[in-house]
């Protein structure tokens, strides 16, 4: 590929690649948490999650594989997901959603990537972090759902 033409980010595993495939997008996860955990801002989402965030680590890693146009982990390990209304269960806002993607931005600022994935990927998780954030308006959450 020339520096003159696009990455075709989007299109079979390119982006799976891109992201450095599993190992790459486990240590995305990692770092994600990581500010999670250490970022004020990220507060009222680390709120979301238990002490212990294994499950959500491998929950999201293996989400991202598949998403992302590699192997399809996420639907081997524990079915099939519609990401907004598995989210139904928490009261997920506009701060909410921010906070969110303020942890995967800094995550992906971490990452070896190019600057064209890293704008890429962080443009297309904007658009399941919005689309949760309007079921939440259409549906809101209701204390003790799962």
């Known amino acids: 590929m020339t520096s003159a033409q696009e990455p075709a980010f989007g ?3 390119a982006s799976f690649q891109a992201a450095g495939g599993e190992s790459g ?3 995305l996860v990692a770092d994600f948490y990581q500010v999670m955990e250490e970022a004020p801002q990220a507060a ?7 002490d212990d965030v294994s499950e959500a680590r491998d ?6 594989s598949g998403w992302l146009g590699g192997p399809k982990r996420y639907a081997e390990k524990y079915g099939g997901i519609s990401i907004p ?3 139904t269960r928490w009261q997920v806002g506009e701060a909410e959603r921010d906070a969110w993607l303020f ?6 600022a971490r990452q070896p990537y190019t600057p064209e994935f890293a704008e890429y990927l962080l443009r297309q998780l904007r658009v399941p972090a919005e689309r949760i954030r309007q079921v939440q ?4 959450a209701r204390p003790g759902q799962s």
Not at 44 to 50: C, N, T
Not at 137 to 140: G, K, L, N, Q, W
């Open 59 to 64: 929950r999201l890693a293996s989400f991202l």
């Open 44 to 50: 009222i989402v680390r709120a979301m999650y238990p």
């Open 11 to 13: 299109v079979g595993d």
């Open 85 to 87: 209304q598995f989210h």
């Open 25 to 27: 997008l486990q240590q």
């Open 137 to 140: 308006t259409a549906c809101p």
């Open 103 to 108: 942890c995967m931005e800094q995550a992906i």
